[in-house]
């Protein structure tokens, strides 16, 4: 849609507002409530907004990075989560997760070419992209921490792609006006854009978590990134340098390890406990 001429404000003010209008019509047919409170309205206002920022930050990225490699950095946003948890609520991270930011960052610092990779990486992109992460991880500390944490993941949903889909309306109005879909192909990527990308995606990994548990799912999810640079680099034909490959891999093992970091703790603590059992009956018999 980009090669066609339509920008970024366009292109995500329709995917927004054609998502929220199919998750309204879910929201009927399954007869899920859309009603929230005046605080709940401003609190999904400023989610909405933050959204904004997060979606419309990745969308410049793509003109400044490869699609694989701006997901990879925008997928960092699980640092960034522990790192608000510690700074506002005094969250201490376990040390596996330290051990996984420090990772990631490494993984960074390769995808940024500081250990000799021979194509640079645009550090306005690399800037703008890896603001996306924050956005996304201040997004979701807010849905964990306010009002509209039991509001259902429909509503919440609806509420924010509708408050996204006016700012980018707004937005498109101040950089030339909202553009039309003139390419009848187009109409057809974007329905696809707001269907598959943006309310099957939300709806089954809501379902996931309820079937297989958020761990799981989680792991699943981490694997985004990886997918994005298969893409990118079978249909896309974008570049691929060694550098590249070490900090891509980094990244995702850093995002497992996250997402690990619960059940590897509790198999560690375990372990500890019997060894200590063990040791225990022994001076026992003794």
């Not at 309205?41 to 490699?69: E, H, K, M, P």
């Not at 930011?101 to 690399?126: C, Q, Y």
């Not at 259902?152 to 949903?157: A, F, K």
């Not at 943006?198 to 699943?220: F, P, Q």
């Amino acid at each position: 849609m980009m090669k066609h001429g339509l920008h970024s404000p366009s292109i995500l003010a329709y995917r927004f507002l054609f998502a929220a209008i199919m998750l309204f019509i879910i929201a009927q047919v399954r007869h899920i409530s859309l009603r929230v409170t005046h605080k709940q309205l401003l609190i999904l206002f400023l989610l909405g907004l933050i959204y904004t920022c997060s979606a419309w930050g990745l969308q410049i990225g793509y003109l400044f990075l490869t699609s694989g490699i701006a997901t990879v950095i925008h997928f960092t946003y699980p640092v960034y989560v522990i790192i608000l948890m510690l700074l506002i609520y005094k969250q201490r991270p376990h040390k596996l997760t330290i051990i996984a930011i420090s990772i990631a960052f490494l993984g960074v610092a390769f995808i940024g070419g500081l250990f000799g990779s021979s194509e640079a990486v645009s550090m306005i992109g690399f800037t703008i992209v890896a603001m996306t992460g924050l956005a996304y991880a201040s997004y979701l500390v807010i849905v964990n921490k306010s009002v509209v944490r039991d509001l259902n993941s429909i509503t919440l949903s609806f509420w924010a792609l509708s408050s996204s889909s006016l700012a980018f309306t707004c937005i498109s109005f101040f950089s030339g006006g909202l553009q039309p879909i003139s390419v009848p192909t187009d109409w057809i990527l974007m329905l696809l854009l707001a269907l598959l990308c943006t309310v099957v995606a939300n709806i089954l990994m809501v379902a996931g978590v309820k079937k297989v548990g958020s761990t799981i799912t989680s792991v699943l999810g981490a694997l985004e990134p990886l997918t994005a640079v298969l893409v990118g680099f079978l249909v896309f034909e974008e570049a691929l340098n060694a550098t590249r490959v070490i900090g891509i891999a980094l990244i995702v093992f850093s995002v497992l390890l996250i997402a690990l970091s619960g059940r590897i703790a509790y198999i560690l603590e375990v372990q500890k406990l019997k060894r200590r059992h063990s040791k225990s009956l022994k001076h026992f018999q003794m």
